[in-house]
């Protein structure tokens, strides 16, 4: 494992970087883990260090505003943490030992909405989302804290398509493997935003929808945590099995 540093609007974030134990000749595929709002690269490391057990690079960070990152979460907007992303994204793919036609994400549900939009201006191969969390177009400058409100626990509830939405109409851009991950208890991300997601999808290779009926948002009992812990790790898996 190696901690980085990079620089976003003179902003200094940090995060790490885990590699095989035992590293073939080559490049090798990657994985650009992103957590939550609230959240840190820590709820990754461990999923970081699976995937590195598979033979990949993966590479945990923390936005601005979170973790060990500089910046105030409280002034943090979407268009923010996209461009931290980007740059992420870049530090990876620009790195000796990745391939940069193989790089896949992972995140749960603000990363999700993140990732989507990502994946328009970046060339990710694989995408994994665990509650896939919407958000309107509105306000995409302004902090997120003054967005997160009953009028987007509303908007979540709604059927919504594409036409309509930037993060549905990235998703629905994306032509790699997607894996979504949902949990029946889960009330931050309802049945119908997930449904949102999963019907914006028309352009994937292919969709597998693994789904968790005692799952809540946070997979607060950690029974939650393995299950969808060992789904992901298992699709990665097979996704390298089939040269994917």
């Not at 019907?199 to 009992?221: G, N, W």
Request: aromatic residues 6%; proline residues 5%.
């Amino acid at each position: 494992m190696k901690e980085f540093h990079f620089e976003v609007d003179e902003l200094i974030l940090q995060g790490k970087m885990f590699f095989p134990a035992r590293q073939p000749k080559g490049k090798l595929p990657a994985v650009l883990l992103v957590h939550g709002w609230n959240g840190s690269e820590r709820g990754y490391i461990p999923v970081a260090r699976q995937l590195a057990a598979l033979g990949m690079v993966a590479m945990t960070v923390n936005l601005r505003g979170h973790g060990r990152s500089q910046g105030s979460k409280e002034t943090c907007s979407r268009q923010n943490h996209l461009r931290d992303l980007k740059a992420a994204y870049d530090l990876l793919a620009a790195h000796p030992r990745v391939d940069p036609k193989r790089i896949g994400a992972h995140g749960a549900s603000y990363a999700c909405h993140l990732l989507s939009l990502l994946s328009v201006e970046r060339d990710l191969r694989w995408l994994a989302l665990r509650a896939p969390a919407t958000y309107e177009d509105r306000l995409f400058d302004a902090p997120v804290v003054t967005i997160v409100d009953e009028r987007l626990k509303r908007y979540r509830l709604r059927k919504v398509t594409p036409r309509s939405n930037r993060g549905l109409r990235a998703l629905s851009r994306f032509t790699g493997d997607l894996l979504i991950i949902s949990g029946g208890r889960d009330t931050t991300v309802p049945p119908q935003t997930v449904a949102n997601n999963l019907a914006a999808a028309r352009s994937a290779a292919s969709v597998v929808h693994r789904h968790y009926k005692r799952a809540d948002h946070v997979l607060s009992r950690p029974s939650q945590g393995r299950q969808a812990t060992g789904a992901l790790i298992k699709w990665f898996q097979e996704r390298l099995k089939s040269k994917g």
